[in-house]
């Protein structure tokens, strides 16, 4: 049985029940919700299974391209879709015990969200791209917004402005896309670009829909939204948007680049703008994680610095940044997620996002501050943690480009690394907060993606051969063959 539909149908069936379910209690409504990203997980590892041998189709209805809707999974959204899935299911669980009111209304907007980024990393339409980025985005607004205070109101609102923005470039590129090669389904599409002179407003389409993914993944200079939303959102909120919600624009400019228009002259002079917003996305971000006291802001700001190293990667263009572009999304992803929810215990504890108010907190809460102290020097690339892998890498990568991209990586580093001690000095020896509270799922939760962290460094080698450059080796030819079954 083709395991897509179940991949994407099962959080929004269970979206769209989880309302009736909490008529009859919080408790089964909370449980009834991670049941529902468990089996997700589940269908996803299906889809990654199932994808080995070449890109995995299903079209909804019967109805082929370009009328019906087409679903397309390759290695690398296979692979990406395993772990989101997986660690959304994680970060549902630590939500049991974090969210203590407006349960039945947070996970609802919490498996629309799962059913928006799943679709978004397997549909092989771009109307249905543009269909589950909205879904995401919607999710994604209302989530950042769930605190209901004036600070969390402003910043959603900001995001959904600014988001609005980009959805609208996106659909006009995507009508340019539709006049001139009358179809959007991305392997017609690739086998017709490929194939023929037509190719007047490719110039025109990618720089509306890069433009749009810039803004979807916070580079430079479409970042600003980015450090007020994720930071007034709920911690599990914050750990989802920061590690998994941004990659979506990573991933949309991939599949754009590199399965659509690969290899054409359009895609390497909108290379050269992607490395120089990333090199400036990744010091902008390293400085500004050195003069805020907010740690969630600064966390925040660790990212847009990561998703300019991706920039950087996508913008090289080779198979060796492609790879480990996509090795660093996966590790990103876990490490990230790790930091913002080992961080969101100390906040919760010490009710303040100022790291003066949280001094000391880490000593109290050891198992906490081990998997702060894990994700944070994982993220500034210290080994054998996952993110030093993929680092290695990119550096790799950068390095045969240019030397002076991999010096891009190195000093920037450096500079988070300096962010990193001075939040985990100031939690662990600093004069104040001695509270210690237990909150054992929550903790229980980031000790095993600590541990996990641990362990995908150790792997990390035979992660990249095993999975990312296959992943990248598949080829635009590859996705057009299975797309139209040739």
């Given at each position: 049985?083709?395991?897509?539909?179940?991949?994407?149908?099962?959080?929004?069936?269970?979206?769209?029940?989880?309302?009736?379910?909490?008529?009859?209690?919080?408790?089964?409504?909370?449980?009834?919700?991670?049941?529902?990203?468990?089996?997700?997980?589940?269908?996803?590892?299906?889809?990654?299974?199932?994808?080995?041998?070449?890109?995995?189709?299903?079209?909804?209805?019967?109805?082929?391209?370009?009328?019906?809707?087409?679903?397309?999974?390759?290695?690398?959204?296979?692979?990406?879709?395993?772990?989101?899935?997986?660690?959304?299911f994680l970060i549902a669980i630590y939500s049991l015990e974090y969210i203590k009111?407006?349960?039945?209304?947070?996970?609802?907007?919490?498996?629309?969200?799962?059913?928006?980024?799943?679709?978004?990393?397997?549909?092989?339409?771009?109307?249905?791209?543009?269909?589950?980025?909205?879904?995401?985005?919607?999710?994604?607004?209302?989530?950042?917004?769930?605190?209901?205070?004036?600070?969390?109101?402003?910043?959603?609102?900001?995001?959904?402005?600014?988001?609005?923005?980009?959805?609208?470039?996106?659909?006009?590129?995507?009508?340019?896309?539709?006049?001139?090669?009358?179809?959007?389904?991305?392997?017609?599409?690739?086998?017709?670009?490929?194939?023929?002179?037509?190719?007047?407003?490719?110039?025109?389409?990618?720089?509306?829909?890069?433009?749009?993914?810039?803004?979807?993944?916070?580079?430079?200079?479409?970042?600003?939204?980015?450090?007020?939303?994720?930071?007034?959102?709920?911690?599990?909120?914050?750990?989802?948007?920061?590690?998994?919600?941004?990659?979506?624009?990573?991933?949309?400019?991939?599949?754009?680049?590199?399965?659509?228009?690969?290899?054409?002259?359009?895609?390497?002079?909108?290379?050269?703008?992607?490395?120089?917003?990333?090199?400036?996305?990744?010091?902008?971000?390293?400085?500004?994680?050195?003069?805020?006291?907010?740690?969630?802001?600064?966390?925040?700001?660790?990212?847009?610095?990561?998703?300019?190293?991706?920039?950087?990667?996508?913008?090289?263009?080779?198979?060796?940044?492609?790879?480990?572009?996509?090795?660093?999304?996966?590790?990103?992803?876990?490490?990230?997620?790790?930091?913002?929810?080992?961080?969101?215990?100390?906040?919760?504890?010490?009710?303040?996002?100022?790291?003066?108010?949280?001094?000391?907190?880490?000593?109290?809460?050891?198992?906490?501050?081990?998997?702060?102290?894990?994700?944070?020097?994982?993220?500034?690339?210290?080994?054998?943690?996952?993110?030093?892998?993929?680092?290695?890498?990119?550096?790799?990568?950068?390095?045969?480009?240019?030397?002076?991209?991999?010096?891009?990586?190195?000093?920037?580093?450096?500079?988070?690394?300096?962010?990193?001690?001075?939040?985990?000095?100031?939690?662990w020896l600093g004069c104040g907060k001695k509270e210690s509270v237990g909150m054992?799922?929550m903790t229980g939760v980031v000790v095993a993606i600590s541990i996990a962290v641990?362990?995908?460094?150790?792997?990390?080698?035979?992660?990249?051969?095993?999975?990312?450059?296959?992943?990248?080796?598949?080829?635009?030819?590859?996705?057009?063959?299975?797309?139209?079954?040739?």
């Open positions: 049985m083709n395991p897509i539909p179940l991949a994407v149908l099962t959080p929004i069936a269970f979206a769209f029940t989880l309302p009736l379910i909490g008529k009859l209690s919080k408790s089964v409504a909370k449980a009834y919700a991670v049941l529902g990203t468990f089996l997700t997980m589940l269908f996803t590892f299906e889809v990654f299974k199932s994808s080995e041998g070449g890109p995995l189709t299903y079209t909804f209805g019967g109805w082929r391209a370009p009328i019906g809707i087409v679903y397309e999974v390759d290695t690398m959204s296979a692979f990406l879709g395993l772990v989101t899935s997986t660690l959304l009111s407006g349960e039945v209304w947070y996970f609802t907007l919490y498996l629309g969200l799962e059913a928006g980024l799943i679709g978004v990393l397997y549909t092989g339409d771009l109307f249905n791209l543009f269909v589950m980025l909205e879904v995401t985005s919607v999710a994604a607004y209302a989530l950042v917004m769930f605190n209901r205070d004036p600070q969390s109101l402003r910043a959603g609102l900001k995001y959904a402005f600014i988001g609005a923005i980009g959805t609208t470039l996106y659909f006009i590129a995507m009508g340019l896309l539709y006049r001139t090669y009358g179809t959007l389904n991305m392997a017609q599409l690739a086998e017709i670009v490929h194939s023929s002179d037509v190719v007047n407003a490719s110039l025109a389409i990618l720089l509306l829909a890069t433009w749009a993914f810039l803004i979807k993944a916070a580079i430079f200079p479409n970042h600003f939204w980015l450090p007020d939303a994720h930071p007034a959102a709920p911690s599990p909120i914050s750990a989802v948007l920061s590690g998994l919600v941004v990659n979506v624009g990573i991933y949309s400019i991939a599949r754009l680049y590199f399965t659509l228009y690969s290899g054409l002259p359009e895609v390497k002079s909108l290379g050269t703008l992607l490395i120089i917003l990333g090199a400036i996305s990744a010091f902008l971000g390293a400085i500004m994680m050195n003069v805020h006291s907010d740690i969630k802001r600064i966390i925040a700001y660790s990212t847009i610095m990561h998703m300019g190293y991706l920039s950087m990667a996508l913008g090289i263009g080779s198979s060796l940044a492609l790879a480990s572009a996509v090795f660093h999304t996966f590790n990103h992803a876990i490490a990230k997620s790790l930091l913002f929810l080992s961080a969101g215990i100390m906040i919760q504890i010490g009710g303040s996002r100022d790291l003066r108010d949280l001094a000391g907190i880490g000593r109290t809460n050891p198992l906490a501050m081990f998997s702060f102290a894990v994700a944070a020097l994982s993220l500034a690339g210290i080994p054998p943690l996952n993110v030093f892998s993929s680092k290695v890498m990119l550096f790799t990568a950068f390095l045969d480009w240019n030397p002076a991209l991999a010096g891009v990586l190195v000093v920037t580093s450096i500079m988070s690394l300096v962010a990193y001690v001075k939040m985990m000095r100031v939690l054992p799922v641990i362990v995908l460094g150790l792997v990390g080698p035979w992660i990249f051969k095993g999975i990312a450059l296959p992943a990248v080796a598949q080829g635009w030819e590859s996705y057009v063959a299975g797309g139209l079954g040739g």
